[in-house]
Structure formats: structure tokens, C-alpha cells
């Protein structure tokens, strides 16, 4: 089955700052990659998404890239600020159709004052 | 809200019990996605139906855990004989199928406790 493998677990930046997190996907087929930002005690919501005809989406201080060949995603955070502390994971579709998504083991972004 | 609901939101039952839990979608998304998500973790995929069917279950879904979508709207996923590995936040999600790859809505999760 398809495995995602997300870095770092943790990352701490100073408000302002910009962060990087970093997914890899072994099923050179899959062609669907979300972002999900997940607060402490909330729903999963979805921040930003890409197709895999793409290979970089922005939406204001947030952009994610696509590398197929090297199978990796990123999700880039510009002008942090501590409302964007928060768990994030990405995501890619499992095979077998259907569009069921297997995540990544998120991030802890904490964005210090 | 016209987002995805879930109900109850929290759930404390002793072991051995059967607990069921209810999700409602987006209106018209025509696909359903139940997760499983413990501390720490990201969701695990549970099953799926696209309208009123069920079209895949995950190996993790044992013989305790049904899901049903009987009318193609609202969900029920029920658990028999509880025990304490069940322990964790269910997470329904829904979608609507499209000409590209479905965008998935999560609802606010029911956390299951089982004592």
C-alpha cells in the first residue's frame, strides 16, 4: 500500500519566519496531494491542495510543490504567526480508487512571539 | 453549518458495550469516509460508500465495526463489544465526485472512551 512519510515531527519558528514541511510518497501513480491543518480538539481542515498536473499552488502566505520524480511534497508557511500553530499533516490517496486518503504522522508547528 | 456533522461528539462507555455513531455530510456529496484517529497520529482510513454503497473496508475494520449509509445521506457506524483498544477519535469526512480528484470535508470528530 502507499506510504507517506512527513518531516519534521516538530518545528518551532519565530513568528514571521517562513516553514517548511516536507512529505514523501512511494506510489508513483498517486496524483493527489492535500494539506490538513488541525488544531488541538478540531476537525481536520484542509488548507491547500495540488494535482499532480502542477508542480507549485499558492494561497497567501501559504504554497505547496510537487517534485514527481523525486516523489516529494512541500508545504511552505510565509510570515508565520502564532495563529498558524496547529498540527499538520499531508496526505495521499491510497490505491484501489476511491480517493480514500492514508496521512502522514504530522507536524507540530509552534510559532513562538 | 452546512458542513459535516457528527454525533455524539463524545462517547464514555464500558467495555463490552456497543456504542453507534451518526454523521451527517455536505449536502449532495454523494461520497462518505469514516477515519479513526488516536493521540498523536494522523486519521487512518475505515471505510468509504459512494452513495448508499459500501465500497471498501479497511483490514483495520474488524468484524465489531459496521457502517451503514441506508438512504445515501447520513452515516452510522456501530461498534459491538467494545474494548479498550477502540479508544480514539472517528472522523467522518464527505465528498462530491467530479471530473478531478474529490476534495474530502472532515467533521468534527466523536471521541470515544472506553473505560
Known amino acids: 500500500g502507499e506510504n507517506v512519510e512527513q518531516h519534521p515531527s516538530t518545528l518551532s519558528v519565530q513568528e514571521g519566519d517562513s516553514a517548511v514541511i516536507k512529505c514523501t510518497y512511494s506510489?508513483?501513480?498517486?496524483?493527489?496531494f492535500p494539506w490538513y491543518k488541525q488544531e488541538l480538539g478540531k476537525r481536520p481542515q484542509l488548507i491547500i491542495d495540488?494535482?499532480?498536473?502542477?508542480g507549485e499552488k499558492k494561497d497567501q502566505r501559504i504554497a505547496v510543490t510537487l517534485n514527481k520524480t523525486a516523489k516529494h511534497f512541500s508545504l511552505h508557511i510565509t510570515e508565520t504567526q502564532p495563529e498558524d500553530s496547529a498540527v499538520y499533516f499531508c496526505?495521499?490517496?491510497?490505491?484501489?480508487?476511491?480517493?480514500?486518503?492514508?496521512f502522514g504522522t504530522g507536524t507540530q508547528l509552534k510559532v513562538e512571539l | 453549518d452546512t458542513g459535516v456533522s457528527q454525533d455524539p461528539r463524545h462517547k464514555i462507555t464500558k467495555r463490552g458495550q456497543n456504542v453507534t455513531f451518526r454523521c451527517d455530510p455536505i449536502?449532495?456529496?454523494?461520497?462518505l469516509y469514516w477515519y479513526r484517529q488516536t493521540l498523536g497520529q494522523g486519521p487512518e482510513f475505515l471505510t468509504y460508500?459512494?452513495?448508499?454503497?459500501?465500497?471498501?473496508k479497511s483490514r483495520l475494520l474488524s468484524d465489531r465495526f459496521s457502517a451503514e449509509r441506508p438512504k445515501g445521506s447520513f452515516s452510522t457506524l456501530e461498534i459491538q463489544r467494545t474494548e479498550q483498544g477502540d479508544s480514539a477519535m472517528y472522523l467522518c469526512?464527505?465528498?462530491?465526485?467530479?471530473?478531478?480528484?474529490?476534495?474530502?470535508?472532515f467533521g468534527p470528530g466523536t471521541r470515544l472512551t472506553v473505560l
Open positions: 449536502s449532495e456529496h454523494n461520497r
Open positions: 495540488i494535482r499532480s498536473n502542477v
Open positions: 496526505a495521499v490517496p491510497l490505491t484501489g480508487g476511491g480517493n480514500k486518503l492514508t
Open positions: 460508500f459512494q452513495n448508499e454503497a459500501q465500497l471498501e
Open positions: 469526512a464527505s465528498s462530491v465526485t467530479g471530473l478531478s480528484t474529490d476534495t474530502q470535508y
Open positions: 506510489d508513483s501513480a498517486s496524483n493527489y
